[in-house]
């Protein structure tokens, strides 16, 4: 019993939600950091192979793929970091709740990291909102792409009309306007949409959008729950010491 009593009393001191945050933190960024980074690759790879054959066309849009590569291991170290410390505090502030009306005295410095942790988890919680936006930009392209791709294999008409039917990198901002050829058309278009390389990089970018917007989910709920736990903190401690 004395065991049972201990496990009993550790999993009514567990902040479920905390919990439940930081598991869903280290999923979309996991997601959002793995499935990107090849993304990107297989982004460099098409256009290289399909848009341009000159390296300066896109000699500029292979730098910002690196750099948002590299970005990509920081945003992961950081958020394992960040998603442990939030952990910790959810526990501190998760028993201090839950010993409010017994004899815990929380501190006014436990009080001031746990709100220094609710605003550092909203202004994260808004900046994230602008990766969610970004990472949207090349799932619309290639989702473009692919509905154009299903346009030419169900067309019924010529196949002048087929020609017609194009995905242009230079439209986007990818390419620059002088690059050559810049864009796929026709059948052409239509091999390409039907490469695996293609359909794994439209994949993994859909993977990578679901991966921000579940960090982002995440995010919310550290802040509700870190809310929640702060202002019973403040509001109905009964003790508090420096």
């Not at 945003?75 to 009306?101: K, M, N, S």
């Not at 550092?120 to 936006?133: N, P």
């Amino acid at each position: 019993m004395g065991l049972l009593d201990c496990c009993a009393r550790c999993l009514v001191g567990a902040p479920v939600a905390s919990l439940v945050a930081t598991g869903l933190c280290f999923l979309g960024v996991a997601l959002f950091c793995g499935c990107g980074h090849e993304a990107l690759t297989g982004t460099e790879h098409l256009i290289e192979t399909y848009f341009s054959k000159n390296y300066q066309d896109y000699e500029y849009l292979v730098d910002i793929i690196h750099d948002f590569q590299y970005a990509i291991y920081g945003v992961a170290g950081f958020f394992f970091l960040f998603g442990a410390l939030l952990l910790a505090e959810g526990f501190y502030t998760t028993g201090a709740v839950r010993q409010i009306f017994g004899d815990y005295k929380t501190t006014i410095c436990g009080k001031g990291l746990s709100a220094t942790f609710v605003g550092i988890t909203y202004a994260l919680a808004v900046l994230w909102l602008l990766v969610l936006s970004c990472s949207a930009v090349p799932v619309y392209i290639y989702f473009n792409t692919w509905t154009t791709c299903n346009s030419i294999a169900n067309h019924s008409k010529t196949a002048a009309g087929i020609g017609n039917l194009c995905t242009d990198a230079r439209m986007y901002g990818v390419l620059p306007w002088n690059a050559s050829p810049g864009r796929v058309c026709g059948q052409s278009l239509l091999s390409v949409c039907k490469t695996s390389e293609f359909q794994m990089t439209f994949h993994l970018f859909i993977a990578a959008f679901v991966g921000a917007a579940i960090t982002l989910v995440a995010l919310l709920t550290f802040i509700i729950a870190a809310t929640y736990n702060f202002a019973v903190l403040k509001l109905m401690g009964r003790g508090t010491k420096f």
